[in-house]
């Protein structure tokens, strides 16, 4: 009985007369070299992959490395660094398309931030940026372990609660910064400065905005591993690069602050 199958009854190698002696068209040097071609990687399927996402990535932070060691150099960059990165922030968050330029644009731009931020707390803090990389470095790679290993994973219930916190944590910081600007504190964090129990403030919204950070690069690490299996196309690779560059620049930050603020 024929196959219904019309991928098999186009295909002479199922069920036709002389199929067999047909398919000895193909030598066996043929079907070595065949056998010896690399398997398709991302350029061929065009197909999002881990190799090329981690790529990158890294070119992404390679880029922030170098306008942050720049941004050291000329700690005066800061604020242009914080302006342009904040608004090519949104512009790439709100894209429905990935955009690679922009996206090492936004590198560049958190990189001389990251860089000036950096020199000012050192010279308040002596100290405080090794601190910080080195607690930012074990709270990434703690929880890429922990993702890897199954052990953390998101889940709707958990993102509904970090984008409610997120939420509370952006306005805070809205109003904290405004009083600063403003005159409505003279502290050196602001309202962070403030202690409960004899505690600062900013130490608590520290540990918490710590966590939210890591359960945000669980989803960055999410979205990655279903882009590869669902196998959306290469592009947005840089999707995933543009979110873990600002997963981890806040991370640092909160990191950068909470050792300034227990110095304090």
């Known amino acids: 009985m024929a196959s219904s199958n019309p991928a098999f009854s186009r295909n002479a190698a ?21 056998y010896d071609q690399p398997s398709a990687g991302s350029q061929n399927t065009d197909r999002m992959t881990y190799e090329d996402t981690i790529g990158k990535t890294g070119l992404s932070f390679a880029l ?50 990251v860089g000036g931020i950096s020199n000012i707390f050192e010279a308040m803090y002596p100290g405080v940026v090794v601190q910080a990389v080195l607690a930012t470095l074990v709270v990434v790679g703690v929880t890429l372990a922990l993702f890897r290993s199954g052990k953390i994973r998101a889940s709707k219930k958990a993102t509904k609660v970090f984008t409610i916190a997120m939420v509370g944590y952006g306005v805070f910081s809205l109003i904290n910064v405004g009083m600063m600007i403003f005159g409505g504190t003279d502290q050196a964090f602001g309202l962070r400065s403030q202690e409960f129990f004899g505690i600062p403030l900013g130490l608590i919204i520290g540990v918490l905005a710590v966590v939210m950070a890591a359960y945000s690069l669980v989803l960055d690490f999410d979205f990655v591993q279903k882009g590869v299996n669902n196998r959306v196309p290469r592009k947005y690779g840089w999707s995933a690069a543009f979110g873990i560059v600002l997963t981890v620049v806040w991370l640092y930050i909160e990191m950068l602050r909470i050792f300034a603020i227990a110095r304090d």
């Open 14 to 34: 199922f069920g036709a007369p002389g199929a067999l002696a047909s398919s000895k068209a193909l030598s066996d040097n043929d079907l070595q070299t065949m």
């Open 64 to 113: 922030l490395l170098v306008a942050a060691a720049i941004g050291w150099i000329a700690p005066i960059l800061v604020i242009p660094g914080a302006i342009i990165g904040l608004v090519l922030g949104l512009v790439n968050t709100f894209k429905k398309e990935p955009s690679a330029p922009l996206i090492l644009m936004f590198a560049g731009a958190q990189g001389l931030f």
